[in-house]
T-cell receptor, first 115, second 115 residues
Framework: AQKITQTQPGMFVQEKEAVTLDCTYD???????LFWYKQPSSGEMIFLIY??????QNATEGRYSLNFQKARKSANLVISASQLGDSAMYFC????????????FGSGTRLLVRP | GAGVSQTPSNKVTEKGKYVELRCDPI?????LYWYRQSLGQGPEFLIY????????DSGLPNDRFFAVRPEGSVSTLKIQRTERGDSAVYLC?????????????FGPGTRLTVL
């Protein structure tokens, strides 16, 4: 079974609008962390935001926020006030603290911001 | 400060040849990870080092793949008898190894092409 599922292969958003990128996960661990990374066309992976399974508040980092719904096992990324530079691939990833240090990535969502 | 560096940035080789890919982590980071990213997919875990030892090599696809980190800093991923299916971007990441969110910092990757 897929551990991380990103069901949107591609998304469009108008500049200055908000967009939500979906991510659902599957784990039996009680302790885990969820990450979002951005990968521009240049190829580097850029860390955006982190949410721990025990964190009660949704994580926020500038224009990025994570809509964490633990019971539904979803960790959607919300980007507010989209900018042209936000056009990139976005990957959701999970780390299961009880079992491993590795990151398990989803297949990604390509976001294109329209001017 | 300097980020994670990887050399070479591109490597083209012929089927059956041996290749070495190098990763230089952020200074002081004790944890080092190798991932492989095939076209259109998210990165897949290969191996994780804590210090000099491989703490988890469960992602190595077969015994043609081997990685070392002899002094706990630079790591080399070695691929013997390369196959066309090995073509991918090989990403290296490092982290402090301390508890917490433990963000992994990624290098720019090595694009391996096996002809």
């Amino acid at each position: 079974a897929q551990k991380i599922t990103q069901t949107q292969p591609g998304m469009f958003v108008q500049e200055k609008e908000a967009v939500t990128l979906d991510c659902t996960y599957d784990t039996s661990d009680q302790s885990y962390g969820l990450f979002w990374y951005k990968q521009p066309s240049s190829g580097e992976m850029i860390f955006l935001i982190y949410q721990g399974s025990y964190d009660e508040q949704n994580a926020t980092e500038g224009r990025y926020s994570l809509n964490f719904q633990k019971a539904r096992k979803s960790a959607n990324l919300v980007i507010s006030a989209s900018q042209l530079g936000d056009s990139a691939m976005y990957f959701c990833a999970m780390r299961e603290w009880d079992s491993s240090y590795k990151l398990i990535f989803g297949s990604g969502t390509r976001l294109l911001v329209r001017p | 400060g300097a980020g994670v560096s990887q050399t070479p940035s591109n490597k083209v080789t012929e089927k059956g040849k041996y290749v070495e890919l190098r990763c230089d982590p952020i200074s002081g980071h004790t944890a080092l990870y190798w991932y492989r990213q095939s076209l259109g997919q998210g990165p897949e875990f290969l191996i994780y080092f804590q210090g000099t030892g491989a703490a988890d090599d469960s992602g190595l696809p077969n015994d043609r793949f081997f990685a070392v980190r002899p002094e706990g800093s630079v790591s080399t991923l070695k691929i013997q008898r390369t196959e066309r299916g090995d073509s991918a971007v090989y990403l290296c990441a490092s982290s402090t190894g301390l508890a917490g969110s433990n963000e992994q910092f990624f290098g720019p990757g090595t694009r391996l092409t096996v002809l």
